[in-house]
């Protein structure tokens, strides 16, 4: 995808517990005022306290999100909001804050989606 393993946390980062990667297909709805457009991105980390998107699209510092991971009948609905967005490469990278802390419940849904749509998982 478009994350690699240089792209992880760097001196810098300022989190408090580290986001194991994912590669998660996801959908998110801005709250920014755009026709609520809802746009396809990657999910790239996840952590209880936060999420980091891969999207074509840059969203604003602040804007509220609603995300969107699935697949099949699983299905899992986080809020956040936008603490960041940088741009890399043809992509804009978003740091976000959940409102509300990732359950142990949907941390396993979050896996059990990703190992479902890993590109080797036939």
Do not use: Y
């Not at 995808?1 to 986001?19: F, G, H, V």
């Not at 960041?84 to 409102?99: A, F, M, P, S």
């Amino acid at each position: 995808m478009i994350l690699n393993s240089t792209d992880r946390r760097s001196k810098d980062d300022r989190r408090a517990e580290p986001r194991p990667a994912q590669d998660v297909s996801i959908r998110f709805l801005a709250g920014d005022g755009t026709a609520g457009a809802l746009c396809d991105a990657r999910l790239a980390d996840a952590s209880t306290s936060g999420v980091r998107i891969a999207s074509e699209r840059p969203v604003e510092n602040g804007t509220a999100l609603l995300i969107e991971a699935h697949h099949g009948p699983q299905r899992l609905n986080l809020s956040a909001k936008v603490m960041w967005c940088r741009e890399k490469d043809d992509w804009h990278l978003i740091g976000c804050r959940l409102n509300a802390p990732l359950t142990h419940r949907q941390a396993g849904l979050l896996r059990s989606i990703a190992e479902a749509t890993a590109p080797d998982a036939s």
